[in-house]
């Protein structure tokens, strides 16, 4: 395997695992933005990403399903006066950590899917501070006009 294959690979994982887009790749890997851009076009790297997003998804509404019915198990056995199985508890344990996990992960899903916030102060804003906070007001055309 070539230095290139291992670029290639490297980036896939970047773009296909750690859901990073084409910027912060080729930044990373010291390349050529539309090198990255070719590769993933060429090696398909959107299925690959979707089918990894979908099957982590599908994982993680999995362990919340199984959760709430051991929960829901353990609450009906308490409610009822019965003997709650030890192992039920263990299990319910065991899986609680892994809600944080699952949360990080969702995180990273929404911030890979979110628009990026636009920074910067816009003149609505500019006109916004002066007038509210500074207490300047707003100028009108007939000001301008007369400053002429």
């Known amino acids: ?15 296909v695992y750690k859901l990073k887009n084409i910027d912060t790749i080729a930044r990373e890997l010291n390349l050529n933005r539309k090198t990255v ?3 993933k076009e060429q090696f398909d790297w959107d299925t690959r990403r979707r089918q990894y997003t ?3 998804t599908a994982f993680h509404e999995e362990l919340y399903e199984f959760a709430r019915k051991i929960m829901k198990d353990i ?3 308490m409610e009822s006066g019965e003997k709650v199985d030890p192992g039920r508890f263990y299990a319910f344990c065991r899986l609680l ?6 949360k990080s992960y ?6 890979s899917k979110a628009k990026p916030v636009k920074k910067g102060l816009t003149a609505d804003v500019i006109a916004k501070i002066e007038q509210e ?3 300047i007001p707003p100028e009108t055309e007939t000001e301008d006009e007369e400053q002429q």
């Open 106 to 111: 969702e995180d990273v899903i929404a911030m």
């Open 97 to 102: 950590p892994m809600f944080g996990k699952v």
């Open 1 to 15: 395997m070539n230095n290139k294959d291992y670029l290639i690979n490297d980036a896939e994982h970047l773009y």
């Open 133 to 135: 906070i500074l207490g």
């Open 37 to 39: 851009m070719n590769w």
């Open 54 to 56: 979908q099957s982590k």
């Open 75 to 77: 609450t009906i056995d």
